[in-house]
């Protein structure tokens, strides 16, 4: 089922798509600086402090934070201009129609019903294409990826994370 939403967001719905894209590699990426502190707390509680490896997980996890902070802003570079090129095309569209609507139209509708149309009814759209995507992207890959990464770790440990999912459910209710 078609909502006027999405076919509102067609002409831009593939910048959108791309920046889903970039969100979830950003928010993957983003969970390797946890994976490699990790492993550099590993290595220092065994008392190798010189090793070469503490040192590639030290630079892996600035690349990582470099990389994942990047894919994550072009997410939301690509999400924006979507937005300023939907928000845009449907105001050329106003104003063309405004330019073809009856005098007697401006008489009978206050300025303050025409400014919520033009101006606060496209702002609204601003967090539907430029934000909701991305930011539920990262929402969804985030967790599921950490959770799948502490079920490397220790099978135990990632039940007992999902099993404080109800006991927090009823407490924030």
Request: aromatic share 6%; no cysteine; hydrophobic share 55%.
């Amino acid at each position: 089922m078609t909502t006027a939403l999405d076919t509102l967001k067609r002409p831009v719905n593939r910048m959108i798509r791309l920046g889903v894209v970039f969100a979830a590699m950003g928010a993957l990426v983003n969970l390797v600086p946890f994976i490699g502190l990790t492993e550099l707390g590993r290595l220092l509680l065994a008392g190798n402090t010189d090793s070469p490896t503490l040192w590639r997980w030290a630079a892996l996890v600035v690349i990582a934070l470099s990389l994942g902070w990047m894919a994550s802003g072009v997410a939301l570079w690509l999400t924006h201009l979507a937005d300023h090129r939907l928000q845009s095309s449907l105001r050329e569209a106003m104003v063309r129609k405004l330019g073809r609507v009856p005098l007697g139209w401006y008489t009978d509708t206050t300025s303050g019903a025409v400014r919520k149309v033009v101006q606060d009814d496209l702002e609204d759209l601003h967090h539907l294409v430029a934000h909701h995507a991305v930011e539920l992207t990262a929402a969804i890959v985030t967790p599921l990826a950490g959770l799948v990464w502490l079920a490397t770790l220790n099978w135990r440990l990632a039940l007992l994370a999902v099993l404080t999912l109800p006991i927090y459910a009823v407490a924030y209710g």
